[in-house]
């Protein structure tokens, strides 16, 4: 070129491609990682709802509404694993390169439970266990405060502050000795130190 000016295609390299072949979702039109965000929560706010209201619903668990909502909650749970399944088998295959509104690359990797022959599966499940403990006993002690020992909700509060400190400890100590201690006495330990206080 005898102009002396840089070529736009050299400049921009990317220009020329960019809008070629694209099928990614422009401004102004939902993630479909997004839409499957937004699908796994309406599933699992369903089950929720269920196992929140079952007991002060009408007829207890028998009303209509609670069974039907729960029925339909764990299908709809059940219907986007397997589309997850799906889409990881989809996009895993060899030479098979999507990125389309209706085949998005998976939300959650399914397969992510078999790995390290079913070690990482045990490890989520636990560390699911011991949350969902944790939460219920939360609950629990802090009706246990109020209903039984008759203490105010400000007294209550006050006894519960201690997990906040044993928590920040625990952070502090797991950081320090999980490359050094294996995992089962970790939790074990652990989780017995975190919930000491309400003993007292």
């Given at each position: 070129m005898s102009s002396g000016q840089p070529d736009p295609a050299l400049s921009h390299p990317h220009s020329g491609?960019?809008?070629?072949?694209?099928?990614?979702?422009?401004?102004?039109?939902?993630?479909?990682?997004?839409?499957?965000?937004?699908?796994?929560?309406?599933?699992l706010t369903l089950i929720i709802f269920v196992l929140s209201d079952g007991s002060i619903a009408p007829d207890g668990w028998k009303t209509g509404y609670?069974?039907?909502?729960?029925?339909?909650?764990?299908?709809?749970?059940?219907?986007?694993?397997?589309?997850?399944?799906y889409l990881e088998q989809l996009h895993g295959r060899e030479g098979e390169?999507?990125?389309?509104?209706w085949a998005p690359p998976p939300l959650m990797s399914v397969t992510v439970w078999t790995r390290a022959?079913?070690?990482?599966?045990?490890?989520?499940m636990i560390a699911f266990l011991q949350w969902c403990g944790f939460q219920s006993f939360t609950f629990w002690i802090q009706l246990y405060y109020q209903d039984y020992a008759g203490y105010t909700p400000i007294l209550t509060m006050i006894r519960i502050i201690p997990m906040f400190v044993?928590?920040?400890?625990?952070?502090?100590?797991?950081?320090?000795?999980?490359g050094r201690i294996p995992v089962?006495?970790?939790?074990?330990?652990?989780?017995?130190?975190?919930?000491?206080?309400?003993?007292?």
């Amino acid at each position: 070129m005898s102009s002396g000016q840089p070529d736009p295609a050299l400049s921009h390299p990317h220009s020329g491609s960019s809008s070629q072949g694209s099928s990614r979702p422009t401004h102004g039109t939902p993630s479909p990682r997004c839409r499957d965000a937004v699908k796994a929560s309406c599933n699992l706010t369903l089950i929720i709802f269920v196992l929140s209201d079952g007991s002060i619903a009408p007829d207890g668990w028998k009303t209509g509404y609670i069974i039907a909502l729960l029925i339909v909650g764990v299908v709809l749970v059940a219907l986007f694993v397997w589309w997850e399944h799906y889409l990881e088998q989809l996009h895993g295959r060899e030479g098979e390169m999507l990125d389309t509104w209706w085949a998005p690359p998976p939300l959650m990797s399914v397969t992510v439970w078999t790995r390290a022959k079913g070690k990482l599966a045990v490890v989520l499940m636990i560390a699911f266990l011991q949350w969902c403990g944790f939460q219920s006993f939360t609950f629990w002690i802090q009706l246990y405060y109020q209903d039984y020992a008759g203490y105010t909700p400000i007294l209550t509060m006050i006894r519960i502050i201690p997990m906040f400190v044993t928590g920040v400890c625990c952070n502090f100590i797991v950081a320090l000795v999980v490359g050094r201690i294996p995992v089962v006495y970790l939790i074990g330990e652990l989780r017995s130190f975190a919930a000491y206080p309400y003993g007292v």
